[in-house]
């Protein structure tokens, strides 16, 4: 079946631009998660959606970042003013159980690959 | 912080041989560890699930342990393969149970 979906593939924006990645999970996936992946680095974690409500957006690096998910499936991570340092792939995962990933394993897109210039 | 180290950090094997990847977390109140394949310019693919609870996980020709009182998994793979070769990543969760904390991975080649 269709695994998870995230547009572009590839996005160059300059310096003060705002963005927005968008991540279709795999349909009737409740859990929901964006990570950020700097080069050579493993991914860090931003935030999580169970359906439609955000329970967690303690790793979103400022105020500039913001996640939505209105309907309980397709997300849109924005970023308003970028900035150099917000050059990273941004993957996104889906998981079945509404445990976060606790009990079944997360999959994730190809991701999306940000260059800020 | 729940802090994952994995070593080493790159390895090249000629094909066939077996070989060990290690991970080490520092908290061990964990619900689960995951290990990850990431080939170039792709996203993660769940390779293993271990819950807190199991001692390992099989898969074909890969084998993941767990001892959580000690932070400490391995993942053994048999037999290597060219087609092995990528980046694995191990991944443990957090306190909240959502966020999933990554090592920075190993970068495996297998030569032919």
């Known amino acids: 079946g269709a695994g998870v979906s995230q547009s572009p593939r590839y996005k160059v924006a300059k310096r003060g631009q705002d963005v927005a990645l968008r991540c279709d999970p795999i349909?009737?996936?409740?859990?929901l998660f964006w990570y950020q992946q700097a080069l050579g680095q493993g991914p860090e974690f931003l935030t999580y959606f169970q359906n439609e409500a955000q329970l967690d957006k303690s790793g979103l690096p400022s105020d500039r970042f913001f996640a939505e998910r209105p309907e309980g499936s397709v997300s849109t991570l924005k970023i308003q003013r970028t900035q150099q340092e917000d050059s990273a792939v941004y993957l996104c995962?889906?998981?079945?159980?509404?445990?976060?990933?606790?009990?079944?394993?997360?999959?994730f897109g190809n991701g999306t690959r940000l260059t800020v210039t | 912080k729940q802090e994952v180290t994995q070593i080493p950090a790159a390895l090249s094997v000629p094909e066939g041989e077996n070989l060990v990847l290690n991970c080490s977390f520092t908290?061990?109140?964990?619900?689960?560890l995951q290990w990850f394949r990431q080939d170039p310019g792709k996203g993660l693919t769940s390779l293993l699930l271990i819950q807190s609870s199991q001692r390992e996980q099989t898969s074909g020709r890969l084998n993941a342990s767990l001892d959580k009182s000690s932070g400490r998994s391995t993942l053994y793979i048999a037999a290597s393969q060219p087609g092995d070769s990528a980046t694995y990543l191990c991944a443990v969760d957090s306190n909240s149970g959502y966020a999933l904390n990554f090592g920075k991975g190993t970068s495996l080649l297998v030569t032919p």
């Open positions: 995962a889906s998981s079945l159980d509404a445990g976060g990933g606790v009990y079944s394993p997360l999959h």
């Open positions: 908290d061990s109140a964990i619900y689960n």
């Open positions: 349909s009737g996936h409740v859990s």
